[in-house]
């Protein structure tokens, strides 16, 4: 947003301390947030044996496994408010794309629109593909889809993602495009 929207003010904005401080705190709520259902998730009584159907240990597949309703509903709270900070950041990185667009849109140059549309669109779609499809694999109820279509949710949020970015940034890379 800031190099596209506030390009003259890139430099005093984001310098080597506000890009520290936006990593530590997206660090620090990861790890508060894994921290806190791991924990809750470790408390879990089991009463439907261990075995999880999904290729890794997914919340609301531990949680169908859970005999106590008190902890399954504290979290199931967990998880909402994970999913809703997640749709709160979601929201505030669409407000920003459409600033981005609205600037984009104004640069008179075609081949200036063109090249930060292709540095912004396949950014969004990643990050759509990950924050919806993970929305919908942990906000819907348990009994409504096959264990099939939870495991290709699962699947598209976990692997799709962090194996398309390399793709995406590295297909911008001019040397890559001319080998």
């Not at 947003?1 to 506030?6: E, G, L, P, R, S």
């Not at 790890?31 to 290729?55: E, R």
């Not at 919908?136 to 889809?145: G, I, M, R």
Request: charged content about 10%.
């Amino acid at each position: 947003y800031v190099a596209i929207c506030q390009p003259l003010h890139y430099g005093t904005l984001l310098g080597s301390r506000a890009c520290a401080h936006m990593a530590a705190a997206a660090w620090a709520s990861g790890f508060l947030s894994a921290l806190l259902h791991t924990a809750n998730t470790l408390s879990l009584p089991l009463c439907q044996g261990n075995a999880v159907g999904q290729f890794f240990c997914e919340i609301p597949q531990i949680l169908r496994l859970s005999c106590s309703h008190s902890d399954y509903l504290r979290e199931t709270g967990l998880v909402v408010a994970s999913c809703c900070l997640g749709f709160g950041c979601f929201v505030f990185m669409m407000m920003s794309y459409v600033q981005i667009f609205r600037a984009v849109l104004r640069i008179p140059s075609q081949q200036g629109r063109h090249k930060a549309f292709s540095t912004c669109l396949p950014h969004l779609a990643v990050v759509s593909l990950f924050v919806t499809t993970g929305i919908f694999a942990n906000l819907k109820p348990p009994s409504v889809s096959p264990p099939l279509l939870d495991l290709v949710m699962s699947f598209l949020y976990s692997v799709v993602p962090p194996a398309v970015n390399p793709v995406i940034y590295s297909l911008r890379n001019q040397r890559l495009k001319d080998a």
